[in-house]
């Protein structure tokens, strides 16, 4: 485990620290990337586009997918991609395509099948990406006919089992594309969800001003909440983990349209016009 504490930052208007607030224990995250291509005994590699994988002596195509299309888990052991299927019949014997059902498709390097499911919702998905080594995640797109919103998805990778269903806006995506952030709820009443799971509150809801705003590496989130009338900066260090929470109260002037919240550092968090043109700023600093 690693600590953080809470530090005063001098700022325009205020001092960015709210009294007594206590050390926090945040998880370490740490992570290692692999080789998205390559396997214990298969080895994925490119012909122009077209991915190939070889063992040995053996070289062979993998097939109807493309370079582009394939989005690779973070072991890098398998990858998936979305094709959207076309109905036969006498349409189609007409020479008239039918639009189909999308599936998500999930091989591992040599190409084999290791999953086919359908999508939650007619229409295709965006933003494919494997939330870590077994869930898969995208973003449903609206149907206006039945009212319904922009949806994130999560899928269990090898049943295809959906994890979670989620409606929402202000969908943002964290640097590396693996994790997505957004509001639930109407306003007033909302939720802060990554990955289709309420991060903040961590129970209840809440009034939530302006977008989240991801750290560099990922794993923190800052919003400014307002749910009982008096605004605070909120900073979830590891936004997995509610033990490294940090908040701090901030004057109303701090809310001004045209200004909004920027992360200036891995540890220091600023309300401004700009990372470098703050109107209030906090920081804390990780004490291991």
């Known amino acids: 485990m ?46 122009g586009d077209q991915p190939w994988a070889r063992r040995g002596g053996e070289e062979w195509s993998l097939g109807d997918v493309h ?19 076309t109905v036969a019949g006498a349409q ?46 995208y973003l449903a797109p609206a149907d206006p006919v039945r009212k319904l919103g922009n949806t994130f998805v999560v ?14 806006q202000d969908f943002t995506w964290d640097p590396r594309h693996r994790h997505v952030a957004f ?11 990554v990955d289709g799971k309420n991060v903040w509150p961590r129970a209840g809801v809440t009034k939530i001003h302006g977008d989240p705003v991801w750290s560099s590496d990922g794993h923190g989130i800052a919003i400014v909440d307002e749910g009982n009338g008096s605004p605070r900066l909120v900073v979830m260090v590891e936004w997995a983990d509610s033990q490294g929470d940090l908040t701090w109260p901030v004057p ?17 968090v600023v309300i401004g016009e700009s990372a470098l043109k703050p109107k209030f700023a906090a920081g804390w600093e990780r004490l291991q």
């Open 92 to 137: 189609a014997a007409a020479g008239k395509g039918v639009a189909g059902s999308a599936r998500v498709l999930v091989r591992n390097l040599a190409g084999d099948p290791v999953n086919d499911f359908s999508v939650y919702r007619p229409g295709t998905p965006d933003a494919l990406s494997w939330l870590d080594n077994r869930r898969l995640g």
């Open 2 to 47: 690693k600590r953080v504490r809470a530090l005063c930052i001098g700022s325009v208007v205020a001092i960015g620290c709210a009294a007594g607030v206590p050390e926090m224990k945040v998880a370490s995250s740490s992570s290692r990337e692999v080789a998205r291509t390559r396997a214990p005994d298969v080895e994925l590699f490119f012909k």
């Open 67 to 85: 370079k582009d299309e394939m989005v690779f888990s973070p072991d890098g052991k398998r990858f998936a991609y979305v094709r959207q299927k």
């Open 183 to 193: 509001l639930s709820g109407k306003a007033g009443q909302q939720q802060l969800v």
């Open 252 to 268: 109303r002037d701090a809310l001004a349209p045209g200004l909004r919240v920027y992360w200036a550092s891995d540890s220091k």
């Open 155 to 168: 899928h269990d990778a090898d049943t295809g089992e959906v994890l979670a269903a989620r409606s929402g």
